[in-house]
């Protein structure tokens, strides 16, 4: 997969896309990241990139043209058989998701526009295949907004985790949170770990740990049981979960 970064501080990407499995997944040739500064497109001396809001109010705006044109100059030439999806992070995006990732996950191409100030110039949104937003709070700028697309996203590409570090048991993988972990010392600060995972008992541990997976999303994420993929085994547990 090709990735195309578009921003005006390049210098937030250099570490975050270098280290740990991201890092690993350039080396192995699964992935490629190129970081691109909107300012090289801009169109006047001083390399501004924004303007004050028609219509007055507060905050600048992106203007249109260095985003287009930095746009125009990474799809030009076309990366495989598909075109790129073209992606905005802002606010007022479109949430993503688990489900997102998998879909970008399976594209060769992304190019990714951080966008910044009050937003951007509305008349170059024809550009974007996609608006999309990490959460319901405010972020400085859509770069920190990116690197969480493209993380999450770049370990969903088939090679880039290794079979240790394997996606399966993601919280969300399959629509409910994760269950507890515990590794040595068996006894840690007067803290026992739960008896079941050092009895050599598979089913039992596949049992609890399924039932700990769903206790905690009940607590937690009650919101994610009603669109869960849910086995008749997960609905037992549930009615005995909730007639405790
Ligand atoms: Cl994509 N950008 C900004 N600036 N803030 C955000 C966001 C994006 N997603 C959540 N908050």
């Known amino acids: 997969m090709h990735v195309d970064i578009l921003t005006i501080f390049p210098g937030m990407f ?8 991201l890092g690993r997944a350039q080396e192995q040739g699964l992935l490629e990241i190129s970081i691109h500064d909107i300012r090289n497109f801009s169109q006047d ?15 600048m705006v992106m203007q249109a043209e260095p985003i287009w044109a930095a746009v125009q100059s990474v799809t030009s030439a076309p990366y495989g058989s598909r075109p790129p999806r073209v992606i905005l992070t802002t606010p007022a995006g479109k949430q993503f998701t ?8 399976s594209e060769e191409h992304l ?17 974007f295949t ?15 907004a990116s690197m969480v697309i493209v993380d999450a996203t770049a370990r969903l590409i088939p090679g880039v985790l290794g079979d ?28 026992d770990v ?3 995972l050092v009895s050599g008992d598979h089913e039992k541990i596949r049992v609890w740990r399924r039932t700990e997976a769903l206790k905690r999303t009940l607590m937690r994420r009650p919101d994610l049981l009603e669109t869960a993929a849910l086995t008749d085994e997960d609905r037992q547990i549930l009615r005995s979960l909730l007639n405790q």
């Open 45 to 59: 001396k001083h390399n501004s990139v924004d303007d004050y809001p028609f219509g007055g109010g507060p905050g």
């Open 111 to 127: 190019v990714i526009v951080c966008g910044h100030y009050e937003g951007i110039d509305e008349r170059v949104s024809d550009v």
């Open 130 to 144: 996609d608006e999309v937003s990490i959460g319901d709070f405010v972020l400085t700028g859509g770069e920190l």
């Open 194 to 196: 739960p008896e079941v």
């Open 98 to 105: 688990q489900e997102m990732a998998k879909e970008f996950a």
């Open 164 to 191: 240790s570090e394997s996606a399966k048991g993601d919280s969300f993988y399959d629509g409910i949170l994760d269950y507890p972990h515990y590794t040595r010392p068996r006894q840690w600060r007067g803290m």
């Open 14 to 21: 250099y570490g975050a896309i270098s280290e740990s499995i």
